[in-house]
């Protein structure tokens, strides 16, 4: 009911595609269709519950979420298994593999059609297709990232069907998306101008992200680079060297935070499908020690719980939500640890309802993702974030990947400015507290941004801890929790990604029944299908075909690393 909504709505403010009989009048409306297309930027509903309820999906073992686990949930016993999948768990998030090829059909035709067009028509088509090709490109990386080989340059090709074709060396398909993105960051400029003014407001129309900023989607192909260059330089250096290089000296990255409204709520007020799996699924959403203990001022001998500013991470309060005592308590993978608390007062509440946010706030003994700035909140599409920039530069310079005018310390400073900036402004849209009788609750729940110099101050504490550090990968270690605490939730798959590149941050081991498990998957398996309908290309990559093959990008000094505390 809600996509159809969401249907008429696009169909009543923007072309659709399926009544132009032109193909000029086809391409917006298949641009703005791929903007909306559920599970890229707009998350999927039914992946985000699958992939959180058993507490056995990517973002539990990437310890960026988990259930309050104890052993009266007895499928954990199998929680070590990556070789057979009875622990880890890629449903839905596997569709990934399909959706690229099946969902993004549009560019294909957007290719296709822009090639037939002549004169004018084409001049205001060009822009489209480039917008569009970001976004597969983007889409791409996101799947070589989960997957390692994909059938990419055989891909798209119409009525023969991406299942005839063969899978692709992943370092060769970063090499093409990294020119392709760096040709058309180039190019754009000028197809933008040449566009007519009625091209151009119609663009503005249908571009539902960002508006027609051409200068923005810009920096947003250059951010996506940096991303993947970033990823690459582990093996593959001088390569990414030269692209990360191009787009310092173009100085061409965001300047604002790349977010915006979908077109789509549900449910009231709050910012999409997949909210509605975080909120039912609340039982699942409780922040583990790794997390929130980057929060909290461990390095300043504080021993308790209770949020202080000037301490604490600015960002706590609107990231995680306050306990029963008004404080802030993990979840630890230390299940066994865990039990005698739980089997005595330190019980939770974890209905699937949206009304008793009271209930929780009285029951809860530990600490979830805040329901106001995550579950009913007009949460928008995430592309790209200032502080994510600020933390791949960090690590570019840190690596000498390049020279940006900044130390990699000033860079891991503006993460948390900027992190702190876009926690609060996503904190401050939502209403859910406002009728929280109790004031200490309302002020923790939706606390005042802190003073500059206050967050300036938290943000110099982890420059000095960051520069402080004895090597590199003890500071890869602080600036991976950065990236843990200012992505989290947002975009965990991203968090996946690079606990596997970087074998950073060093997650908790598991602890059930007196046995330690330090499950470690490394990518996802490929999905069923394939063996049935690409049977000659799949058996060629059928030996990776398991959930303990690293992908490419991690460096070959890190393969047999664990990612796990010793």
Not at 80 to 99: A, K, L, Q, S, Y
Not at 118 to 129: D, I, L, P, R, T
Not at 329 to 350: F, H, I, N, S
Request: aromatic content about 14%; glycine content about 4%.
């Amino acid at each position: 009911m809600v996509l159809a909504s969401c249907e008429d709505v696009l169909e009543n403010e923007f072309k659709n595609p399926d009544k132009f009989g032109n193909v000029e009048g086809a391409i917006p409306g298949m641009f703005t269709a791929m903007l909306n297309q559920g599970t890229f930027y707009i998350k999927d509903y039914g992946e985000w519950w699958n992939q959180l309820t058993n507490g056995t999906g990517i973002v539990a073992y990437s310890q960026i979420s988990e259930r309050y686990v104890t052993d009266r949930y007895t499928w954990f016993k199998e929680y070590h298994d990556v070789t057979n999948g009875n622990g880890f768990d890629d449903t839905h998030v596997r569709n990934w593999f399909e959706n690229f090829y099946v969902k993004l059909k549009n560019w294909a035709f957007i290719r296709d059609n822009v090639a037939l067009l002549e004169g004018e028509q084409q001049v205001n088509a060009k822009v489209y297709y480039d917008l569009a090709t970001i976004m597969k490109d983007w889409a791409a990386l996101r799947n070589v990232d989960l997957f390692n080989s994909i059938p990419y340059f055989e891909a798209f090709r119409g009525s023969e069907g991406f299942f005839t074709a063969k899978y692709d060396d992943p370092k060769l398909i970063y090499r093409n998306i990294l020119d392709e993105l760096k040709e058309i960051s180039e190019r754009l400029p000028a197809e933008h101008a040449a566009m007519s003014s009625a091209a151009k407001a119609e663009l503005t129309n249908q571009d539902i992200a960002l508006k027609g900023n051409v200068e923005q989607w810009i920096q947003y192909a250059n951010a996506i680079r940096l991303r993947a260059a970033v990823r690459l330089a582990g093996v593959d250096r001088d390569f990414a060297v030269a692209h990360i290089t191009d787009i310092i000296a173009k100085g061409s990255l965001p300047t604002v935070d790349l977010q915006w409204q979908i077109p789509v709520v549900d449910p009231p007020n709050a910012g999409g499908l997949w909210m509605r799996g975080l909120y039912e699924a609340s039982y699942a959403t409780f922040i583990p020690k790794v997390m929130l203990n980057a929060m909290m001022g461990k390095k300043n001998n504080k021993v308790d719980s209770v949020y202080e500013v000037g301490v604490d991470d600015p960002r706590l309060p609107v990231i995680a939500m306050p306990t029963k005592y008004k404080d802030y308590r993990p979840v630890t993978m230390d299940a066994d640890w865990q039990k005698a608390g739980y089997l005595a007062t330190e019980k939770y509440y974890g209905t699937q309802t949206a009304t008793p946010l009271s209930s929780f706030l009285e029951q809860n003994s530990k600490s979830m993702y805040s329901h106001v700035t995550f579950m009913y909140n007009k949460f928008p599409a995430y592309m790209m974030s200032l502080a994510e920039v600020d933390l791949l530069l960090a690590e570019a310079v840190l690596k000498g990947l390049a020279t940006t005018g900044k130390s990699a310390g000033e860079h891991m400073y503006d993460a948390v400015i900027h992190s702190t900036d876009y926690w609060y402004y996503i904190n401050s849209l939502s209403t859910y507290a406002d009728n929280v009788a109790d004031a200490g609750f309302k002020n923790l729940l939706k606390p005042a941004k802190p003073d500059a110099a206050s967050i300036a101050a938290y943000a110099n504490t982890i420059k000095t801890n960051f520069e402080a550090a004895v090597d590199e990968e003890a500071k890869m270690e602080i600036l991976m929790l950065q990236k843990y605490v200012h992505i989290n939730m947002v975009e965990p798959y991203e968090l996946f990604t690079d606990l596997r590149r970087t074998r950073h941050p060093k997650l908790e081991p598991f602890k059930l029944g007196n046995i330690v498990m330090t499950p470690q998957p490394e990518r996802l398996r490929y999905p069923t299908s394939e063996f049935e309908t690409n049977t000659e290309n799949y058996l060629e990559v059928a030996g990776q075909d398991n959930f303990t093959t690293p992908v490419f990008w991690v460096p070959a000094n890190k393969i047999n690393e664990s990612y796990y505390q010793q």
